[in-house]
């Protein structure tokens, strides 16, 4: 059974910090592009971040740029989000996702909420 657990999400005040984790239980998490999406209610999921599987390549949602960073640890089975100058439009759940040819999994979110 893969499981993809975050951690990290919490309640924070404009221009704090978080940090998202991702925990994989995927014997070769070094083989999938993993990427952080986030859901606000009534609101399609977006894609927040991705990463390679190698850890390579990035790319950001125009919105995060210049803010968010993602990365990983392949030896931990492990994704983060680091998340700097929040701001309340960062509200939402935030989930990650690991694709590898056919194979598409999800984690079942974590809450982000900025709010003063």
């Known amino acids: 059974q893969v499981q993809l657990v975050e951690s990290g999400g919490g309640t924070v005040q404009p221009g704090g910090s978080l940090r998202l984790s991702c925990a994989a239980s995927?014997?070769?998490?070094?083989?999938?592009?993993m990427s952080w999406y986030r859901q606000t209610p009534g609101k399609e999921r977006e894609l927040v971040a991705a990463i390679s599987n190698t850890g390579g390549s990035t790319n950001y949602a125009d919105s995060v740029k210049g803010r968010f960073t993602i990365s990983r640890d392949n030896a931990k089975n492990t994704m983060y989000l680091q998340m700097n100058s929040l701001k309340p439009e960062d509200t939402a759940v935030y989930y990650c996702?690991?694709?590898?040819?056919?194979?598409?999994?999800w984690g079942q979110g974590t809450q982000v909420t900025v709010s003063s």
């Open positions: 996702n690991a694709k590898f040819t056919w194979f598409d999994f």
């Open positions: 995927l014997s070769t998490f070094s083989r999938y592009a």
